[in-house]
């Protein structure tokens, strides 16, 4: 079946460091991709998408290309904020249907 | 203001004591879901509602219950709680089945 697979976390950083928090999926067709966000005693919000290969997503700084070849669709930043401590979750869905499929999610703390 | 609101954001029971997780919604979206958020797990579906009095169930469904009587509300109902359902609740509404979604602050609940 369909399945999202990220890193390990916590991923701790400095102030102003490169992110990248790798998402890899499997799946049977060709969902969109997506990166939701949880900052701390909040819901999930909606981070970026991609809605099919070679797509790149971004928002806030934060950037995901739709890697059709590798199953990917790491997330990144080139310089990472205080703010952006929270917990991020990789995720799939079908246009055709409403489940989403997520990962396990990734914690993120950066250090001032 | 749009939002997705849940109550009570917090709650403590013990087993076997019927309770209700209330989520309303002011965007007049049709669809609407339920999540529990588990470490090293994700979000998983409980329940989903694609518009009033149509519920179905999500990966999740045992020892849970729903309804759809309006369309500004959907419930989550359990009617005898055991310790493996504490978790981290979500509730989320789309406009359609296929739309981003929106997910409220969240339920922890602790069954003792």
């Known amino acids: 079946g369909d399945s999202v697979t990220q890193m390990e976390g916590p991923v701790t950083l400095s102030e102003e460091a490169f992110l990248t928090i790798n998402c890899t999926y499997t799946?049977?067709?060709?969902?969109?991709l997506f990166w939701y966000v949880q900052y701390p005693g909040e819901g999930l919000q909606l981070l970026l998408k991609a809605t099919k290969a070679d797509d790149k997503g971004s928002n806030k700084g934060f950037e995901a290309t739709y890697r059709k070849e590798t199953t990917s669709f790491h997330l990144e930043k080139g310089s990472v904020q205080v703010s952006d401590s929270a917990v991020y979750f990789c995720?799939?869905?079908?246009?055709?249907?409403?489940?989403?499929?997520f990962g396990s999610g990734t914690r993120l703390s950066i250090r001032p | 203001e749009a939002q997705v609101t849940q109550n009570p954001r917090y709650l403590i029971t013990v087993t076997g004591k019927k309770l209700t997780v209330t989520c309303s919604q002011n965007?007049?979206?049709?669809?609407m879901s339920w999540y529990r958020q588990d470490p090293g797990l994700g979000l998983r579906q409980i329940y989903y509602s694609m518009n009033v009095e149509v519920t179905d169930k999500g990966d999740v469904p045992e020892g849970y219950k729903v309804s759809r009587k309006e369309k500004r509300n959907f419930p989550l109902i359990l009617e005898s709680p055991s310790p493996n359902q504490t978790s981290l609740y979500f509730c989320a509404s789309a406009e359609r089945q296929n739309n981003e979604q929106f997910f409220g602050p969240g339920t922890r609940l602790t069954v003792l």
């Open positions: 995720a799939l869905r079908y246009s055709s249907a409403s489940k989403i499929i």
């Open positions: 799946a049977t067709g060709y969902p969109s």
């Open positions: 965007m007049n979206h049709e669809y």
